[in-house]
């Protein structure tokens, strides 16, 4: 069945540097995919989506990049600030599922 | 801003009570949805609902049910609870757009339920 993973679980950063969270998806009828940001005990937070007719899409400080060729997504955080210490998800589905397949999640640290 | 509410944030109870978690959005979605989080095996997806009084299972609906009598309201019941139900209990929603488009899950802040 489809899956989503990410390929590192733990990333530690500089404070300032740019971080850049890496995920995997296996299912190619994947048309949406969503990145989540989830705070110590709290609710993940929606941060940025894409749909599968855009290979980028920016926010603000974030981007996210879609690779339907290798089926790899990403999420780059410029200027990472100590408020972006998180556990950071991807998900993904497809036209009509209305269910999402969430990733295990990567968490990011921020080094002062 | 999508709110979504959660009854408690934490809950304590023990083997065998009735459980119930409330949960309420206040953006008129169709779609309502309750997952648990547990370490190591992430977001996994209990039931959900796409109108009143509608329901459908997840993948790990064993042990639980659900009510949504109104649209803003989706509750998650545990009959009779057990020690491996102790987890994180995240409720979620979203508009339900036309044509099947899957469109974003909202989430509330979490219960973290500690079955004794």
């Known amino acids: 069945g489809e899956s989503v993973g990410l390929h590192l679980p733990t990333l530690s950063v500089q404070e300032g540097d740019n971080s850049i969270i890496n995920c995997a998806y296996s299912n190619s009828a994947s048309d949406y995919f969503i990145w989540y940001k989830q705070e110590s005990g709290k609710g993940p937070q929606f941060i940025i989506d894409?749909?599968?007719?855009?290979d980028k899409r920016q926010g603000q400080r974030v981007t996210v990049l879609l690779n339907k060729t290798v089926k790899h997504l990403s999420l780059q955080i410029a200027a990472t600030q100590p408020g972006d210490s998180a556990v950071y998800f991807c998900?993904?589905?497809?036209?009509?599922?209305?269910?999402?397949?969430f990733g295990q999640g990567t968490r990011l640290t921020i080094n002062p | 801003d999508v709110k979504v509410t959660q009854s408690s944030r934490y809950l304590v109870k023990r083997t065998g009570e009735k459980v119930f978690l409330e949960c309420v959005q206040d953006?008129?979605?169709?779609?309502m949805f309750w997952y648990r989080q547990d370490p190591g095996l992430g977001l996994r997806l209990i039931y959900f609902s796409y109108d009143v009084k509608m329901k459908e299972k997840g993948d790990i609906p064993e042990g639980y049910s659900v009510s949504r009598e109104k649209k803003e309201r989706f509750s998650l019941i545990l009959e009779s609870a057990s020690t491996n139900q102790t987890s994180m209990y995240l409720c979620?929603?979203?508009?339900?757009?036309?044509?099947?488009?899957?469109?974003?899950?909202?989430f509330g802040p979490g219960t973290r339920l500690t079955v004794l």
């Open positions: 953006m008129d979605h169709e779609n």
């Open positions: 998900a993904e589905t497809y036209q009509g599922a209305q269910k999402l397949v």
């Open positions: 979620a929603s979203s508009l339900g757009l036309a044509g099947g488009r899957t469109d974003t899950q909202y």
């Open positions: 894409i749909r599968s007719n855009m």
